[in-house]
């Protein structure tokens, strides 16, 4: 009989495999600026730690994703934005993307009803001025 | 490149940027050729935060509701299954039985040495048996 199994951890699919940690008091420091937070135990910022890299695997690689659906090599906001949009499990960093122009083209629902800021987010100084391409908003686009 | 937090919060409470990078790197290192924008990673730093902010309110709230004062780990691995956050846990508890492990010889070591409320007599068997100890050791290297 199969065992049950929740699937695998961000990563361990990939063979990804991260060395570099957190600074685990400033976890811990994030941790307590709620003020509702008081005591933690030693081995507890050291879990959240590891949640955090888990958590960083996977939105960086689908990050990175929606860049290579966009055939561009580099990750932009947008294409963090799309990620996040693109995944219930980051539903709660909705708020913190809004603020990003959406990406054109990939196979992304981008929401564009999100965006009541009026200026049109970070301003892409290097857009178009990154290796003289042109290639841009012309991208085509597929979300329909 | 942002510098104000957007987030809202009082104090400064970041990731350290270079932190991130390398671990930005380590996640897409098979993936040569793609690369992390600063704007983008300067976004990922805030859902990190978040990410963080909302782990430990979920645990807080799963601790008060135990009558806790002090988030343990269980309460962080609880606090990620109900935010569907599942397949993180086996490393997280990996991790932490790792920590306890250090823990534990942590303080046997210092345990072993804890000279504090010792009196003359004790400090003397003490100092006693750990140079015959050390003699022995000695002695029974082989000769180089």
Request: hydrophobic letters at 40%; one cysteine or more.
């Amino acid at each position: 009989m199969p065992l049950a199994n929740v699937g695998n951890a961000p990563g361990v699919a990939e063979g990804i495999e991260v060395k570099t940690k957190f600074p685990v008091a400033r976890i811990k420091r994030i941790m307590q600026a709620d003020e509702d937070v008081g005591k933690v135990a030693q081995v507890t910022p050291v879990a959240v730690s590891k949640a955090l890299e888990l958590f960083m695997i996977s939105l960086v690689t689908k990050a990175a994703s929606e860049a290579k659906s966009r055939s561009s090599k580099r990750v932009t906001a947008a294409h963090l934005k799309a990620a996040v949009l693109n995944d219930e499990q980051f539903d709660f960093l909705n708020d913190i993307v809004s603020k990003v122009a959406d990406a054109p083209g990939g196979g992304g629902n981008a929401a564009k009803t999100d965006n009541d800021s009026d200026e049109p987010a970070e301003p892409k100084k290097k857009r178009g001025a990154t290796r003289g391409r042109k290639k841009k908003v012309a991208d085509p686009i597929d979300d329909e | 490149m942002s510098d104000r937090e957007f987030g809202g919060s009082n104090d400064d409470l970041s990731l350290p940027k270079a932190t991130v990078q390398k671990i930005i790197s380590e996640i897409l290192a098979n993936d040569s050729g793609i690369a992390f924008a600063r704007e983008s990673r300067d976004l990922l730093i805030e859902c990190c935060v978040e990410f963080i902010t909302l782990i430990s309110s979920e645990a807080n709230e799963i601790a008060d509701k135990e009558a806790k004062k002090t988030i343990a780990c269980e309460h962080v691995t609880t606090a990620l299954e109900q935010l569907g956050y599942p397949d993180y846990i086996p490393e997280i508890l990996k991790v932490a039985q790792e920590h306890k492990v250090q823990q534990a010889t942590r303080e046997k070591k210092q345990n072993k040495f804890n000279t504090a409320n010792m009196d003359e007599d004790e400090l003397t068997r003490l100092q006693a048996e750990l140079f015959r100890s050390a003699t022995e050791k000695f002695s029974n290297q082989p000769a180089e």
